[in-house]
């Protein structure tokens, strides 16, 4: 085994180089799972806010259309519509 050659510094250098070795491993090895769930959890709560801002620009949208119908329905022009809901005249005819 190269390990216990007696050469240059001898087996203590040789034994002090496998073990750094394997402790910069193990050391690695727990900083990359650490990383990751870090990551992952970093990931998850981005994740949850970036739905949480769709959904509620979605609802939003839907309220609008929804007055948008009902002011449509009770003969309000478009013109009036689309002043009070920022919905083109386009968006209002489609509705």
Do not use: H, N, P, Y
Not at 61 to 66: A, F, N
């Amino acid at each position: 085994m190269d390990a216990f050659k007696l050469t240059g510094g001898g087996i203590k250098m040789d034994i002090l180089d496998i073990v750094t070795k394997q402790a910069v491993k193990r050391a690695t090895t727990v900083a990359l799972k650490k990383g990751k769930e870090e990551g992952l959890k970093k990931g998850k709560a981005e994740g949850l806010k970036e739905g949480l801002k769709e959904g509620k620009e979605d609802g939003l949208r839907e309220g609008v259309l929804t007055v948008a119908r009902e002011m449509k329905l009770a003969g309000v022009s478009l013109d009036e519509i689309a002043r009070f809901t920022k919905l083109t005249i386009a968006e209002l005819e489609g509705i």
